[in-house]
């Protein structure tokens, strides 16, 4: 091994400091700590819990801007370019001097439904109250860290508004769908015992009902842009089950 530098590796370092900014040349190693941040992503391809796994610490996502003022956060893009376990630095200096002209306004979460998302299923498939049932189980899902999760008919009647007879006969076509499976247990509640139904969902026979659900079958080359979402907002738990297949 070469022990001494060689003549082109000491031009390219020469070269690298002469590029750097002029004012980097003067901060010391304190001065570099406390004019610059540290900041990690979040990672999109595992649950809210695994991110926050070993540190506390928030976590960013970066926000595509295009020429429009339209902002998404497009995780296929980012991660070409950036992972999870790169960091960013920060010069907080220069970063409170600029500001946006257009920032994120969510205007429609103050309704419980997202009425244009609402409206691209389809009704010949699902009903008004098994797309609440179908939404609410997939969150449940993802929070439950995509692992199985119990859900009483008591609290699915006080969280969706769905009676006892009703959420019945939808966990028993979301079962025969082939999206759910379901175990009764029970559990102790305030010294009584409580049937509880235990849900797990499948997140392969949900991705590939998805033509059915938003009915796309004939529509070949037209992909709902949902769909990608979607299969995304599963695809930890897609992984997952994969991976005790494996074992």
Same mark, same amino acid.
């Given at each position: 091994?070469?022990?001494?530098?060689?003549?082109?590796?000491?031009?390219?370092?020469?070269e690298?400091?002469?590029n750097?900014?002029?004012?980097?040349?003067?901060?010391?190693s #304190?001065?570099?700590?406390?004019?610059?941040?540290e900041?990690?992503?979040y @990672?999109?391809n595992?649950?809210?819990e695994?991110?926050?796994?070993k540190?506390k610490?928030?976590?960013?996502?970066l926000? $595509?801007? @295009?020429? =429009?003022?339209c902002?998404?956060?497009?995780?296929?893009?980012?991660n070409?370019?950036?992972?999870?376990?790169?960091? %960013?630095?920060? @010069?907080?200096?220069?970063?409170?001097?600029?500001?946006? $002209?257009?920032?994120?306004?969510?205007?429609d979460?103050?309704f419980g439904?997202?009425l244009?998302?609402f409206?691209?299923?389809?009704s010949?498939?699902?009903?008004?109250?098994?797309?609440v049932?179908?939404?609410?189980?997939?969150? !449940?899902?993802?929070?439950s860290d995509?692992?199985?999760?119990y859900?009483?008919?008591e609290?699915?009647?006080?969280?969706?508004?769905i009676k006892?007879?009703?959420? #019945?006969?939808?966990?028993?076509?979301?079962?025969?769908?082939?999206?759910?499976?379901v175990? !009764?247990?029970t559990?102790?509640?305030?010294?009584?015992p409580?049937?509880? @139904?235990?849900f797990?969902? =499948?997140? $392969?026979? %949900?991705?590939?009902?998805?033509?059915? %659900?938003?009915?796309?079958?004939?529509e070949?080359?037209?992909?709902?842009p949902? =769909?990608r979402?979607?299969?995304?907002?599963?695809?930890?738990?897609?992984?997952? !089950?994969?991976?005790?297949?494996?074992?």
């Amino acid at each position: 091994m070469n022990e001494f530098p060689l003549e082109e590796d000491f031009h390219k370092e020469n070269e690298i400091e002469s590029n750097l900014p002029s004012h980097w040349s003067s901060y010391d190693s #304190e001065d570099f700590e406390e004019s610059f941040k540290e900041i990690k992503l979040y @990672n999109h391809n595992i649950s809210l819990e695994e991110n926050f796994e070993k540190s506390k610490n928030p976590k960013y996502v970066l926000i $595509e801007v @295009n020429q =429009h003022g339209c902002m998404s956060v497009d995780d296929d893009i980012i991660n070409t370019v950036l992972s999870p376990n790169d960091k %960013i630095v920060a @010069n907080i200096d220069d970063f409170h001097r600029y500001t946006f $002209e257009k920032c994120l306004v969510d205007y429609d979460s103050i309704f419980g439904v997202r009425l244009l998302t609402f409206m691209k299923y389809d009704s010949n498939f699902m009903s008004c109250d098994e797309r609440v049932f179908f939404e609410a189980l997939i969150i !449940k899902y993802k929070k439950s860290d995509f692992t199985t999760f119990y859900w009483s008919k008591e609290r699915i009647f006080t969280e969706l508004g769905i009676k006892k007879d009703r959420a #019945e006969k939808i966990i028993t076509r979301f079962k025969e769908l082939g999206i759910i499976s379901v175990e !009764k247990k029970t559990r102790s509640f305030e010294g009584k015992p409580q049937q509880v @139904n235990y849900f797990f969902l =499948h997140p $392969e026979k %949900i991705i590939e009902l998805l033509p059915k %659900i938003f009915g796309e079958e004939d529509e070949e080359d037209f992909i709902f842009p949902g =769909h990608r979402d979607i299969k995304k907002y599963l695809r930890p738990g897609l992984e997952k !089950k994969k991976g005790k297949k494996g074992k």
